[in-house]
């Protein structure tokens, strides 16, 4: 019991990590959280991506949110395999299945092309590939994501 | 005109580029939202390496979370260095700054350490790390984190 006190703490791991004891397979929710974590994780890095691209906040972390951006999107499609309807997704993710894949395949590859254009050419050199990213957020989103109340 | 269309879309990183035509230096708001992106990305990819450490969601993404995680954890350190109270950030982070920073420093030195292990002894070998991990969320959170209503 001792360690399990130890284990409740304020981070979202551990409220994750404590029921290993108890549940063994993914549920429905459990693919629905999972592809939530990988994309809000996209959200925020293409956040920080843009005010870094504006000039609000200096580049110091350029190259590294590039790598968590390219990182991330290599681990979207795993977490769109389930084919598990529900949050924000369209059931289109999986009907479109080769579309959606193949979007997601090439945000991977083209995030990752700008982690070496960022190194080698600051954030002026990288500005092109950061806009281009949000053109293909927005071309996906409105294929694939719903549009909710109160959210852009 | 018709670029600027083409560019309000449905992406965070759009919405912070846009301005780039209008804003030139850092404000307080843009300080504080770019460590909120920073710091939701680290619960993010925490709550994703708890599904994975859990068994809930299959381990194919593990090194990935964990580069995420490190890769993000470097950034933090840069993010709160702008002495600007507000959103979740306690006044102590900047009157206990050296110990503030010798955490984070000492996460990201953690993390990194977890891509090594998780690469060679995969989510049984990690899980320790991650563990770890939850507990200097936890340790750091009590003494620079507000607790807001509704939030863990």
Not at 28 to 40: F, G, L, N, P, S
Not at 76 to 104: N, Q, T, Y
């Amino acid at each position: 019991m001792k360690r399990f006190s130890m284990l409740r703490c304020s981070c979202a791991l551990v409220f994750a990590v404590v029921p290993a004891l108890v549940l063994a397979s993914a549920s429905d929710q459990d693919a629905i959280h999972y592809r939530e974590a990988v994309m809000k994780t996209l959200n925020e890095q293409a956040a920080a991506l843009g005010q870094i691209a504006s000039g609000v906040i200096p580049a110091d972390n350029l190259v590294a949110h590039m790598q968590i951006l390219a990182l991330t999107a290599s681990t979207a499609l795993i977490a769109f395999k389930p084919k598990v309807a529900g949050g924000k997704a369209k059931p289109e993710v999986w009907s479109d299945w080769p579309d959606f894949s193949k979007r997601m395949m090439a945000f991977a590859q083209e995030t990752a092309k700008g982690v070496k254009i960022a190194k080698e050419q600051g954030v002026n050199g990288a500005l092109p590939a950061i806009i281009a990213y949000a053109n293909d957020c927005k071309a996906c989103h409105n294929m694939y994501r719903q549009n909710k109340k109160g959210e852009h």
